[in-house]
């Protein structure tokens, strides 16, 4: 009984493992298939990682380059800009605004810079006059001084205490230079005054 159930068994044992072999072949043969175009990508993807990394060799010192030289410019906009601010508080000092750096470095342009150079080469100037000015002024105060025996340093240091030092910056402001001429008019009108006396 078990003996002539035994071909029939192997006949379906047979036909189960081709089924069961079937699939693999397939699986194995769609494998093959995609070797190829798997490789190419693979190819392709080396090829633009390679690609990228050439452009970045070019772009990485580029944006350095570029970096070195806005921080160079900043620090030439600083340097003006702190000269402004030095020179004004010199000469303008009772209405002296800080000059405000900015601070988003939003314009760093040669023009703008251009710009503030012009404007310190204005101040720069206006302080030369201004000194020399002064210079005048402390001159003329000195030889009245000196002929009415009025002491000098007092009648400066009375218009500002700056100007009584030999030594170091003075005060140039506009109110400095109208206070100096007018002690120097003053002084004027009291050598009139005693040259008449001495007449009469």
Not at 153 to 168: F, I, R, Y
Request: aromatic letters at 4%; hydrophobic letters at 35%; charged letters at 30%.
């Amino acid at each position: 009984m078990a003996t002539s159930r035994l071909p029939r068994d192997r006949w379906t044992l047979w036909c189960c493992r081709s089924r069961l072999l079937r699939p693999n072949s397939s699986r194995s043969q769609r494998g093959r298939q995609l070797s190829p175009s798997t490789s190419q990508w693979l190819l392709k993807s080396n090829q633009k990682l390679q690609g990228l990394r050439e452009e970045l060799n070019v772009i990485v010192p580029y944006l350095e380059e570029m970096r070195k030289k806005k921080v160079e410019r900043w620090d030439q906009f600083v340097d003006v800009i702190e000269q402004i601010k030095k020179v004004a508080s010199k000469i303008r000092p009772a209405d002296f605004v800080p000059f405000r750096i900015p601070v988003d470095q939003s314009d760093l342009s040669l023009r703008k810079l251009e710009e503030l150079t012009k404007e310190l080469q204005s101040l720069q100037k206006e302080k030369s006059d201004r000194l020399k000015q002064v210079m005048e002024h402390l001159n003329t105060l000195h030889s009245l001084c000196e002929v009415l025996g009025v002491d000098f340093k007092q009648t400066v240091n009375e218009v500002h205490p700056s100007l009584g030092e030999a030594d170091g910056s003075k005060n140039l402001s506009k109110c400095t230079i109208e206070s100096l001429a007018s002690a120097a008019s003053r002084l004027r009108e009291l050598k009139v005054k005693r040259m008449q006396k001495c007449i009469h």
